[in-house]
C-alpha cells in the first residue's frame, strides 16, 4: 500500500508539472467570472419583464447553476482523461517505465498508484471549482445548491469513472487516441441520456431504453444526473412545471446504480491492470 502511495504522490507531481494543469486553471477561472457576471446580471435585469424577484432569480439561478456545472464537470473530464494517457502509456512509449517496472514492483501496483493519484487530482480540482462556483451564484443571487457535498461527489465520481476508462484504454493505444476516446464516449453517452429522457418524456418506451443502457455501458451520465438533482431546487422546479425537461433530473440516483458504478469501476480497473501486465514494455 504504502508503494501505491508513493506513485500515487508522484502522478500528483507529474500532473502538476504539465500543461493540462495551466489549462483547467485558465478554463476554471474564465468560467468563474463570465457565470459571476452572468449571475449578477440575473439578479438584477431583465430586459423583457423588469427585475426579477428573489424567487424567480433563485429558480433561474438553480438551473444555470447545472449548466455551469456541466462545464466544470466537462473541463475536469478532459483534463483527467488526457492526463491519463500520457501518465500511462506515455511512460511506456518514452521507455521511463523500463526504470521503473525492472524493480521488484508489481505492474498492478504502479497502475493503482497513478489511479489514486489521478483521482486525487481529478477530486480536488471538482471540490474547489465547485465550492469556488457556489460561493459566486451565493454572492449574487443568495442561492446555495441543497446537497452540495453529494453533488460535488457525484461529479469526482463521474470523473473517476472517464479517468479509469483512459487508463484502461492507455493500456492498448497511444495517449492521444486514449484521451480523445474516452472524451468522445463521454460525449456520445451525454447525449444518449438527453435522447433517452425525451423518450421518456414523450412516452415513447425503446427511446427512453437507449438511456438506459448507455448509462449502464459508461455511468458518467447516471452520476450527471445524480448531480443534478442534488445541485437543483426540485421543489421550486416542480412547481414551476420544469419536472419532464430532458436537461432536469427530479430524481434522485438509486442505492442500485451507486452500486453498479462501484463495481464498473472494479471491472475496468481489473481489465486495465491485466492488460497493463500483458503489455511488452
Same mark, same amino acid.
Given at each position: @500500500?504504502? &508503494?501505491?502511495?508513493?506513485?500515487?504522490?508522484?502522478?500528483?507531481?507529474?500532473?502538476? $508539472? $504539465?500543461?493540462?494543469? $495551466?489549462? %483547467?486553471?485558465?478554463?476554471?477561472?474564465?468560467?468563474?467570472?463570465?457565470?459571476?457576471?452572468?449571475?449578477?446580471? =440575473?439578479?438584477?435585469?431583465?430586459?423583457?419583464?423588469? +427585475?426579477?424577484?428573489?424567487?424567480?432569480?433563485?429558480?433561474?439561478?438553480?438551473?444555470?447553476?447545472?449548466?455551469?456545472?456541466?462545464?466544470?464537470?466537462?473541463?475536469?473530464?478532459?483534463?483527467?482523461?488526457?492526463?491519463?494517457?500520457?501518465?500511462?502509456?506515455?511512460?511506456?512509449?518514452?521507455?521511463?517505465?523500463?526504470?521503473?517496472?525492472? !524493480?521488484?514492483?508489481?505492474?498492478? &501496483?504502479? %497502475?493503482?498508484?497513478? #489511479?489514486?493519484?489521478?483521482?486525487?487530482?481529478? &477530486?480536488?480540482?471538482?471540490?474547489?471549482?465547485?465550492?469556488?462556483?457556489? /460561493?459566486?451564484?451565493? #454572492?449574487?443571487?443568495?442561492?446555495?445548491?441543497?446537497?452540495?457535498?453529494?453533488?460535488?461527489?457525484?461529479?469526482?465520481?463521474?470523473? &473517476?469513472?472517464?479517468?479509469?476508462?483512459?487508463?484502461?484504454?492507455?493500456?492498448?493505444?497511444?495517449? @492521444?487516441?486514449?484521451?480523445?476516446?474516452?472524451?468522445? %464516449?463521454?460525449?456520445?453517452?451525454?447525449?444518449?441520456? *438527453?435522447?433517452?429522457? *425525451?423518450?421518456?418524456?414523450?412516452?415513447?418506451?425503446?427511446? +427512453?431504453?437507449?438511456?438506459?443502457?448507455? !448509462?449502464?455501458?459508461?455511468?458518467?451520465?447516471?452520476?450527471? !444526473?445524480?448531480?443534478?438533482?442534488?445541485?437543483?431546487?426540485?421543489?421550486?422546479?416542480?412547481?414551476?412545471?420544469?419536472?419532464?425537461?430532458?436537461?432536469? /433530473?427530479?430524481?434522485? =440516483?438509486?442505492?442500485?446504480?451507486?452500486?453498479?458504478? +462501484?463495481?464498473?469501476?472494479? %471491472?475496468?480497473?481489473?481489465? /486495465?491492470?491485466?492488460?497493463?501486465? !500483458?503489455?511488452? *514494455?
Amino acid at each position: @500500500m504504502s &508503494t501505491a502511495l508513493t506513485f500515487a504522490g508522484l502522478t500528483l507531481r507529474e500532473a502538476a $508539472r $504539465r500543461k493540462v494543469l $495551466r489549462a %483547467l486553471g485558465l478554463l476554471t477561472l474564465a468560467l468563474l467570472g463570465l457565470s459571476a457576471w452572468g449571475f449578477a446580471k =440575473l439578479a438584477t435585469v431583465d430586459p423583457e419583464f423588469g +427585475a426579477l424577484t428573489s424567487g424567480e432569480a433563485r429558480l433561474f439561478a438553480s438551473q444555470l447553476l447545472n449548466l455551469v456545472m456541466f462545464g466544470y464537470s466537462l473541463i475536469a473530464a478532459l483534463g483527467t482523461a488526457f492526463l491519463a494517457g500520457p501518465t500511462l502509456s506515455g511512460e511506456v512509449e518514452s521507455g521511463q517505465a523500463l526504470s521503473i517496472l525492472a !524493480r521488484p514492483v508489481r505492474r498492478a &501496483t504502479v %497502475l493503482a498508484g497513478k #489511479w489514486l493519484g489521478l483521482v486525487a487530482f481529478g &477530486t480536488g480540482y471538482v471540490f474547489a471549482a465547485g465550492l469556488a462556483q457556489f /460561493a459566486v451564484v451565493y #454572492w449574487a443571487v443568495g442561492f446555495w445548491p441543497p446537497d452540495p457535498v453529494v453533488g460535488l461527489l457525484l461529479l469526482a465520481a463521474q470523473t &473517476t469513472v472517464l479517468m479509469t476508462l483512459a487508463l484502461l484504454l492507455a493500456t492498448a493505444v497511444s495517449p @492521444m487516441a486514449s484521451g480523445i476516446v474516452a472524451v468522445g %464516449l463521454f460525449g456520445a453517452t451525454w447525449v444518449a441520456g *438527453v435522447v433517452g429522457s *425525451v423518450g421518456e418524456l414523450i412516452g415513447n418506451d425503446g427511446v +427512453a431504453r437507449v438511456g438506459e443502457v448507455s !448509462r449502464m455501458l459508461l455511468p458518467t451520465d447516471g452520476l450527471w !444526473r445524480g448531480a443534478m438533482h442534488a445541485f437543483q431546487d426540485t421543489t421550486s422546479l416542480a412547481a414551476a412545471g420544469f419536472e419532464g425537461s430532458p436537461f432536469l /433530473a427530479i430524481a434522485p =440516483l438509486s442505492g442500485g446504480y451507486l452500486v453498479w458504478v +462501484a463495481v464498473w469501476l472494479v %471491472l475496468i480497473g481489473g481489465l /486495465a491492470a491485466l492488460s497493463f501486465g !500483458r503489455r511488452d *514494455v
